[in-house]
DNA sequence: AGGCATACTTACATTTTTGTTCGTTACTTA
DNA sequence: TAAGTAACGAACAAAAATGTAAGTATGCCT
């Protein structure tokens, strides 16, 4: 496996591309929870633990632009928009989940309570 | 998943669990090579692309003290080092595997070459 | 008129991760 | 004697990721 660009980035290997799309700190947990139901904007925001405005706006325009997750605005008063996880979002939901339960295996192996 | 602490540290899902042990740039192109022989350090450094000496030996050391790889030094002059990898460190290489499959499968899905 | 609510954006600060350069040990070879 | 080699470690610099604080629009309610 070489070297190869995509979105002006230099990657070395697959992993690294994937990522560089679902990586960091909170586009996992934001799949995750819209992986069974839509979500708006805030009840995200309340949801996941310690996550600021600017880090919950950031993942899900790129997680929207990356075509991950999709979203709806209602013209409301005041505003109601609902994100939704796509086919290819679904996708990641796959690996997350293996991501996860090798997680919990690892924490068990390192005695690491969980209730 | 509430959140929990480990290694001093405060985790918040299994995933991130997970990342904090294997993660980074190059843990896993490391296990990866591990996987199926044992390879010398400085074989490890000219194999993969761009490494430093402080990123490879940093790395070496924390997959060690996690118990991910081993480490068995020949007493020569000059001396050699072997990396193999551990029973913990092949469980890691399945994940590794699996988000491997799923970083060449968005690749396509993106339209990023590969050869 | 003033405050509240939602769904954001922007500027700036701090933290975390990674890169660069240099040094070390102990012996061998030119 | 000087230079080379393997496998590192330490100090410092740069870059990347994340955090903090504040501001925006529209319109309802009091």
């Known amino acids: 496996m070489p070297d190869f660009f995509a979105d002006k980035h230099l990657f070395h290997n697959p992993?690294?591309?994937a990522?560089?799309?679902i990586g960091g700190s909170?586009?996992?947990?934001?799949l995750?929870?819209?992986?069974?139901?839509a979500w708006?904007?805030?009840a995200l925001a309340?949801?996941?633990?310690?996550?600021?405005?600017?880090?919950?706006?950031?993942s899900l325009k790129e997680l929207l632009n990356d075509g991950f997750i999709s979203k709806e605005i209602f013209p409301e008063v005041p505003p109601r928009t609902e994100y939704n996880i796509t086919e290819r979002g679904k996708k990641a939901v796959i690996i997350?989940?293996?991501l996860r339960n090798y997680g919990l295996d690892l924490?068990?192996?390192?005695?690491?309570?969980?209730e």
Chains 1, 2 share one sequence.
């Open 15 to 17: 992993v690294e591309f």
């Open 19 to 21: 990522l560089s799309k």
């Open 26 to 30: 909170y586009k996992m947990p934001i």
């Open 32 to 37: 995750w929870r819209l992986k069974d139901k």
């Open 40 to 42: 708006r904007y805030s």
């Open 46 to 58: 309340s949801s996941i633990p310690h996550i600021s405005d600017r880090m919950l706006s950031k």
């Open 96 to 98: 997350i989940t293996a």
């Open 107 to 114: 924490m068990k192996d390192f005695g690491i309570a969980q």
